[in-house]
């Protein structure tokens, strides 16, 4: 099984395009109401506001962490 190693960089990249997606799409009016009534019909489905304040207080180390305990858990090989 590969190591979850990404870099500082690449992690930083990558969070900073999801930042940018999800704020984009909370300036939609049409866009956050759709997200809101999935958030309330679906109990899986997490508000924009929660992801982004989730993904802006996540760090690499804690993302590496959780890929390891999943991937231990998990019983399946992944990439």
Known sequence: MMNFEPS?????SIKAQFLQSYR???????DLTEDLKLAFLK?????LIDRINALES????????????????SGCKLF
Do not use: M, W
């Open 58 to 73: 996540l760090s690499l180390e804690e993302l590496a962490d959780f890929v390891k305990a999943y991937r231990k858990g």
């Open 8 to 12: 500082q960089a690449a992690f930083d």
């Open 24 to 30: 984009s799409k909370i300036q939609n009016p049409e």
């Open 43 to 47: 109990s899986t489905s997490f508000p």
